[in-house]
């Protein structure tokens, strides 16, 4: 070879000999034509098929977590009491109880999505809700929803707080959070005071009543339905248009019949919950309407989806969360992604604690703010997040949540001690995690990971 042979010749990507060039991963390749048929699919029925090749390839989506919680809602339909779990008024408890749950979960996700975990949410989402509170007392009175957003800054802040930290002096995330578990925990007996709790209640002020509403007051009947039918019109119209124009345009779009299915899906679902809630569950009084935390949770949920998947900063983050070293060559600001990361992961746990405060009727010293951590990286793990990083979804919180919710819910049914909840809940969280492992490890590699 001359030395201008030697000039032109390209050096192999660093880590890759010539034996991986000759001999790609026929793993990674199945799992990337199984992708692909499943994108490119013209009709239902490829698409189906392509799902199926996914789904044996390891990678299941939220399969499992819906079929743990249709094995939850059966087991303790039969073993509950005259069969009260799927009574209208425990659904709507359940609903409310699994609130906390879901927001957390979504909250911790933006951090898991990177492979990172924040372990102070627990405590820093209770800040939030005991500054709400504090901001609607009798003095000084403030407008709820001035206190609420003035809560979620002060969440907000004390996330940018960590991701500085955490960017700016390359600390690990689980010390930095951990330290901040404990001197959040401080900071909220320190607000509480030699009283230790804040109140708020249904009767004293419109502003309290507003906040202790968002759990515990309930839509007409009527605005249900409206506002069912509005959403169904608005998010399954915007599905409709923006695949039917990315057929126009010669892009690739979903089939027709699976748009159809999903439109027809958020239709049936939204029907089933809506006349749940207006199922008359008082014994006395009548308690009828969706509880306001649905729509809350809604639209927390449309808004993170969104930004996540639809927003080059969505884009950012799954990529940093891929591979932080090749995100950063492509030109993406990693240190910048961390930081946002956590600043939306303790503002949504922020309010997590203005929904908790809601719940309680106020916030005290006692709040466990350590076992809603755990519940938070549980919840998110088994709706789907992967602990690794690089895979995970705002409905993944949803679904987690409820999961979770609904151990909570049946045990106590059943008049189990917390104890067991405990131990159930981890089980759970142990075989979710050991399916994100296995499927990682029979996927390859070099496997396509789907967020």
């Known amino acids: ?28 390749v199945a799992d990337l034509d199984a992708v692909a048929a499943e994108i490119t699919a013209q009709s239902l029925g490829e698409y189906m098929r392509a799902w199926m090749t996914r789904i044996r390839s390891g990678d299941a989506g939220v399969l499992p977590v819906t079929v743990a919680l249709v094995a939850v809602a059966v087991v ?21 109880q699994s609130a906390v749950f879901i927001v957390l979960a979504m909250a911790e996700g933006f951090v898991l999505l990177l492979g990172e975990i924040d372990l102070s949410i627990g405590y820093v989402g209770a800040i939030g809700g005991i500054v709400a509170a504090s901001l609607v007392q ?19 802040g004390i996330g940018a707080i960590h991701g500085v930290i955490i960017t700016r002096l390359g600390l690990p995330a689980f010390v930095v959070t951990l330290a901040g578990y404990l001197l959040w925990f401080g900071v909220m007996i320190i607000i509480l005071g030699a009283a230790g709790g804040v109140s708020i209640t249904s009767s004293v002020l419109p502003n309290q009543q507003a906040m202790y509403g968002i759990v515990n007051s309930y839509l007409d009947p009527l605005v ?82 969104l930004l996540l998947e639809r927003t080059q900063f969505g884009r950012h983050m799954y990529a940093v969360g891929g591979n932080a070293e090749a995100a950063r060559r492509a030109g ?21 604690g203005v929904i908790y ?20 990286v549980a919840a998110a793990v088994i709706g789907g997040t992967s602990l690794f990083g690089g895979r995970g979804r705002a409905i993944h919180g949803l679904l987690g949540g409820l999961v979770i919710g609904a151990i909570y819910n049946g045990l106590y049914l059943l008049g189990f001690p917390i104890q067991w909840q405990l131990i159930a809940t981890g089980l759970v969280l142990l075989a979710a995690v050991s399916v994100d492992s296995l ?8 496997s396509l990971v789907r967020a």
């Open 1 to 28: 070879m001359t030395a201008n042979d030697d000039a032109l010749r390209v050096d192999p990507t660093p880590g890759v000999t010539g034996e991986d060039l000759e001999a790609p991963d026929l793993t990674a």
């Open 76 to 96: 303790f339909t039969i073993v509950s009491p005259s069969h009260l779990f799927l009574s209208a008024g425990n659904l709507v408890n359940l609903f409310d």
């Open 138 to 156: 009798p003095d000084p009175n403030l407008p709820w929803w001035f206190a609420i957003i003035a809560g979620l800054a002060v969440c907000a």
């Open 224 to 305: 249900s339905w409206v506002g069912l039918a509005a959403v169904i019109v608005i998010v399954g119209g915007t599905m409709w248009l923006r695949d039917a124009g990315r057929r126009r345009s010669g892009l690739v779009a979903p089939p027709v019949g699976l748009t159809v299915a999903k439109i027809v899906f958020l239709a049936l679902a939204g029907t089933i919950v809506v006349a749940i809630c207006n199922i008359n569950r008082g014994s006395n009084l009548p308690i009828v309407g969706v509880p306001w935390v649905l729509p809350l949770l809604l639209a927390v949920l449309v808004a993170w989806t």
């Open 332 to 352: 993406i600001n990693v240190g910048r992604v961390r930081t946002i990361a956590f600043i939306l992961c303790s503002g949504t746990a922020g309010l997590a």
């Open 357 to 376: 405060c809601s719940q309680l009727g106020g916030m005290t010293t006692n709040i466990n703010g350590g076992q809603l951590v755990l519940y938070a």
């Open 439 to 446: 499927s990682r490890r029979s996927g390859g590699s070099g």
